[in-house]
Nanobody, 123 residues
Framework: VQLQASGGGLVQPGGSLRLSCAAS????????IAWFRQAPGKEREGVSC????????YYANSVKGRFTISRDKDKNTAYLQMDSLKPEDTAVYYC?????????????????WGQGTQVTVSS
């Protein structure tokens, strides 16, 4: 099982980025998928999650209304569309997957992590 995150970069405040999380060894629609981020000097935090089965989505309050999580079963890839980006969104973003939602989103201890992708929001 592998997760490959990509799509990070430097963007101006108010701009957009779309992060991708390509999965191999499992089907993204059979797992709960989440995005986490960690800024320098801060603890890792959950950003968004999409559940297996009914595709229920969850968002941190800080990104609600600006970020959208989704997945494409045919491409076996999950996405995080980030709009209206703010400097405080600057962080390394990680995707993660787990068949158990509790372990993934509540405990932040998923079985599978992707490598991080850097997002920098700055003018």
């Amino acid at each position: 099982v592998q997760l490959q995150a990509s799509g990070g970069g430097l963007v101006q405040p108010g701009g957009s980025l779309r992060l991708s999380c390509a999965a191999s060894g499992f089907s993204v629609d059979k797992y709960n998928i989440a995005w986490f981020r960690q800024a320098p000097g801060k603890e890792r935090e959950g950003v968004s999650c999409i559940t297996t089965g009914d595709d229920t989505t969850y968002y941190a309050n800080s990104v609600k209304g600006r970020f959208t999580i989704s997945r494409d079963k045919d491409k076996n890839t999950a996405y995080l569309q980030m709009d209206s980006l703010k400097p405080e969104d600057t962080a390394v973003y990680y995707c993660a997957a787990d068949p158990q939602l509790l372990r993934l989103w509540v405990l932040s201890a998923p079985h599978h992590w992707g490598q991080g992708t850097q997002v920098t929001v700055s003018s």
